[in-house]
């Protein structure tokens, strides 16, 4: 299996992370891909607390990383307080511009990686202290911004800043892994591919869909967020399975904020494993069945390199 320096600087066998999924990676995930020789990553996202992650640790056990999302930690300080106790092996916060979190992490020994949609992001974060930057395409799951794709933006993020960088958005097969490290990026964060594996704390009828869906059947819209009520950022629109709902409303966002009737059925849609949304990228097509984390690791070590 081929690695990078990165990886071995951090004892990884695959230099794979698996994306902070909220509601999807949690401590048994996190530990399985621990386990196979990957950096395993617990995800708080929209709905992450002190007290989910705490449950989430004492699932995981020694070695993972923690992911979580800057307006949610700005909302509960105390998440971050865990985190940081925690001494997690990695710690990122996304969606935000607010940085101050690095030092945080750095007077306590942490390494910090963060998302970044351009190189002028990349620099910033480098300035603040990042440690590793995850290049985050289009073609992703779950929150992201609508541009620019992967390729591009990994080339322009290595070429403005000398720190590590990991690439992130679609890649879901081991042919996607040699290709990013190929074109010089530490490792990958991989997200979609893992969030139907056996270990995940995604719902059945979830993984059931995942399974189904191909590349096309992905659409980015921020419908359920504006019915929940959640203050992501507007430039974060969240890619995820098409459904009745995103057919609908998806490219007429701006009418939900006026329709009551439609924000609470949505709300009803979202609260029922039945037919909530699923976030998945645009590799979600290689997913063809229920996999253990490590039979992932596994096949996407396979060729790639
Ligand atoms: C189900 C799901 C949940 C996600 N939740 C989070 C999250 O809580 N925090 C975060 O930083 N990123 C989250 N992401 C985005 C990932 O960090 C990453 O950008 C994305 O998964 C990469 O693209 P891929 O899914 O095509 O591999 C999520 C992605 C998915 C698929």
């Known amino acids: 299996m081929r690695t990078t320096a990165w990886a071995r600087e951090l004892g990884l066998r695959v230099p794979v992370v698996n994306a902070p999924m909220g509601g999807v990676a949690g401590g048994r995930l996190a530990a ?29 056990g020694e070695g993972v990383g923690i992911g979580v999302v800057d307006w949610v930690l700005r909302a509960e300080p105390e998440l971050l307080e865990q985190a940081l106790a ?14 101050s979190w690095v030092a945080a992490a ?36 779950g929150h992201g911004t609508a541009a620019p794709e992967l390729r591009p933006l990994l080339d322009e993020v290595l070429a403005a800043v000398p720190i590590p960088v990991l690439a992130a958005g679609g890649i879901a097969t081991a042919a996607d892994l040699a290709a990013v490290l190929t074109a010089g990026a530490s490792g990958a964060w991989i997200g979609t591919r893992f969030a139907a594996c056996a270990e995940s704390l995604l719902p059945e009828p979830g ?14 819209t921020s419908t359920y967020d504006i019915a929940a009520g959640l203050p992501w950022p507007a430039r974060f629109p969240s890619r995820v399975l098409r459904d009745p ?26 609260a029922d494993p039945a037919t909530a949304p699923v976030d998945a990228g645009r590799g979600v097509g290689a997913i ?18």
Do not use: C, N
Request: no cysteine; aromatic share 2%.
């Open 32 to 60: 399985a891909v621990h386990a196979a020789g990957g950096l395993g990553m617990i995800g708080m996202g929209s709905a992450g607390s002190a007290a989910a992650l705490r449950t989430e640790l004492a699932a995981a």
């Open 86 to 99: 925690a001494r997690p092996r990695l710690l990122s916060v996304s969606f935000g511009t607010d940085l």
């Open 106 to 141: 750095r007077a306590h020994g942490i390494r910090t990686a963060t998302q970044v949609y351009s190189a002028d992001e990349a620099k910033r974060a480098h300035d603040a202290g990042v440690d590793v930057l995850v290049a985050r395409g289009a073609a992703g799951g």
């Open 207 to 220: 993984r059931r869909a995942l399974i189904a869906a191909t590349a096309d059947d992905t659409v980015l």
């Open 245 to 270: 709902a995103t057919d609908r409303w998806a490219g007429h966002e701006d009418d939900l904020r006026t329709d009551h009737a439609a924000r609470v059925e949505l709300r009803s849609r979202a």
């Open 288 to 305: 063809t069945r229920v996999e253990t984390a490590a039979e992932i690791l596994g096949s996407l070590s396979a060729t790639a390199g």
